[in-house]
């Protein structure tokens, strides 16, 4: 019976370890499940999902003006809720318009409808989408 000597057993284990880790095959990111016209528009932070619903945007675009959006925000708890909220703008190419205008706080009464406001402020603005999540 032939014994292979425990050097050759080990540098042959170790060269086959290598070997193996060394697969050079790239790994594609996963795909976003919302990315482009699936990420919805009015996004509801996981805090406040549940206690805040939206009706209805009314978008308005002007000739010499930019793109203005009201959105009817209502508050479901039965205690006051605040909230901050966001507005992106983007431009036809769907890339962000900057400076986006920031976060406003906005208490929403028990039961009620406020609106979130906001206007972009670049003439470029073809689309927007609304951030929502409890006041920090």
Not at 4 to 32: E, N, R, Y
Not at 42 to 50: C, E, F, P, T
Not at 82 to 102: C, K, M, S, W
């Amino acid at each position: 019976m032939y014994r292979i000597p425990p050097i050759a057993l080990v540098f042959v284990l170790s060269a086959a370890a290598m070997l193996i880790g060394c697969d050079a095959t790239p790994i594609p990111a996963p795909g976003d499940p919302y990315s482009g016209g699936n990420y919805p528009q009015i996004n509801l932070m996981q805090d406040i999902k549940g206690d805040v619903v939206a009706d209805g945007p009314i978008v308005t675009i002007g000739p010499t003006a930019p793109m203005s959006v009201q959105v009817p925000l209502r508050n479901t708890t039965h205690d006051d809720l605040n909230i901050q909220y966001r507005f992106v703008f983007f431009d036809a190419a769907h890339r962000e318009l900057l400076p986006d205008t920031g976060w406003q706080r906005l208490t929403l009464p028990s039961s009620a409808q406020r609106m979130a406001t906001g206007s972009a402020l670049d003439m470029n603005a073809a689309d927007w989408r609304l951030d929502i999540q409890a006041a920090r």
